[in-house]
């Protein structure tokens, strides 16, 4: 289990070379054109997560099985992509499909690069792929409300709270802000969740900037950073180019480069993990002979639910779990040690699994 989190921007802001950098490939075309990338590229990334390698070494595991996530390259949108312009209409629906949107923004000067509104300025680039992101779900919610309006006057709860749900976000899109920023009661999430709006999705913004600026950011990135912070969101400084260079190396040499750029890990580690926690997903792990494995899961689950994790049959016939703390596992030496020191848990169905929990369920089917 992951999220499926979709690059979004304008053309010719990084966001293929980005997701090339992401994947380790050249799958998505990263020219100096717009709408290069015609159709929507997924690519699967691993989680990075240290923990995954000291559990396998403590452990002795022949293979280390990190968490995984999903990111989508969305061609880029342009003013208008809410009414179908630069082919909109089909990657609005692609991003609709995603739990989450990384915006790339342009923070770098290049005259060999061209923008499109001819002028480098990242907060009127969000402003103008956000808005057409609002137009798209203003639309889609008026499409919605004479039918439910209908089912509403003959008693339908669930009509009733949709409309209700539509008049909230309705009254932020009006006023220009995204869905999100509305106020939703905490019983209300899932229904809110249910009717996939653009703008309610969590976001991330990445400041692409030059490779001079990696380490430092400038001024274009700091704006985006200043906004970010403003709005309670999240943000990280990255150079795309810098990272498609770093994705072609060998560790050594990686290792090398970063020292030599005075950065202390690659930007795409910050953004995966950044984008990780946006939607509260957190890890447990599994270790053996066979292999050391990281397991994603939401914060606030139940064991049972998180065994359900690994397969259904586990939690359908969850009887307990063994649990040890990451950090139990670890000064101890391992499970045995951990047992002997009375660091192994035995935890029921109603057990909230914490971040870093070694598990290993018994169950019954």
């Not at 082919?87 to 499909?97: K, T, V, Y």
């Not at 990384?102 to 969000?126: N, W």
């Not at 009254?171 to 229904?191: T, V, W």
């Not at 969850?318 to 040690?337: L, M, P, R």
Request: with cysteine; charged share 30%; proline share 4%.
């Amino acid at each position: 289990m992951g999220f499926k989190c979709a690059i979004v921007g304008l053309p010719n802001v990084g966001k293929s070379t980005l997701f090339n950098a992401l994947t380790q490939t050249a799958a998505a075309q990263a020219e100096n054109y717009p709408f290069c990338t015609i159709e929507p590229n997924v690519g699967e990334v691993a989680v990075p997560e240290p923990r995954l390698d000291v559990i396998a070494d403590i452990g002795q595991s022949k293979e280390r099985i990190p968490a995984r996530m999903n990111f989508v390259d969305i061609a880029g949108l342009v003013r208008g992509a809410s009414k179908g312009e630069g082919l909109g209409n089909q990657f609005l629906a692609n991003i609709r499909e995603t739990d989450a949107i990384a915006y790339v923004l342009r923070c770098f000067d290049d005259d060999d690069i061209t923008h499109v509104d001819g002028k480098i300025d990242p907060l009127a680039d969000l402003d103008t792929v956000q808005t057409e992101l609002m137009l798209a779900d203003m639309e889609s919610l008026e499409k919605r409300k004479p039918a439910l309006e209908k089912k509403s006057k003959q008693n339908d709860k669930e009509a009733k709270l949709t409309l209700k749900l539509i008049d909230l976000a309705m009254a932020e899109l009006e006023q220009g802000r995204p869905a999100r920023m509305a106020e939703i009661d905490h019983d209300d999430r899932f229904a809110w969740r249910a009717m996939q709006l653009l703008t309610a999705k969590p976001v991330l913004y990445v400041a692409n900037v030059d490779e001079d600026s990696a380490a430092t950011g400038n001024d274009y990135s700091q704006v985006v950073l200043d906004h970010a912070k403003a709005e309670g969101a999240q943000a990280v400084v990255i150079s795309a180019k810098i990272e498609s260079e770093l994705a072609l190396l060998e560790a050594e040499e990686r290792t090398d480069y970063l020292e030599a750029l005075e950065l202390t890990e690659p930007g795409l580690d910050r953004m995966i993990r950044t984008g990780y926690a946006l939607l509260g997903l957190e890890t447990y792990f599994t270790v053996g002979p066979k292999e050391a494995r990281a397991w994603t899961f939401h914060e606030g689950w139940t064991a049972p639910r998180c065994a359900g994790v690994i397969h259904t049959d586990f939690e359908r016939g969850f009887i307990k779990a063994e649990t040890i703390a990451y950090e139990d596992f670890v000064a101890n030496n391992g499970e045995a040690g951990a047992r002997e020191a009375g660091k192994v848990r035995q935890e029921g169905k109603t057990y909230i699994v914490k971040d870093g929990d070694i598990m290993h369920f018994k169950f019954n089917v």
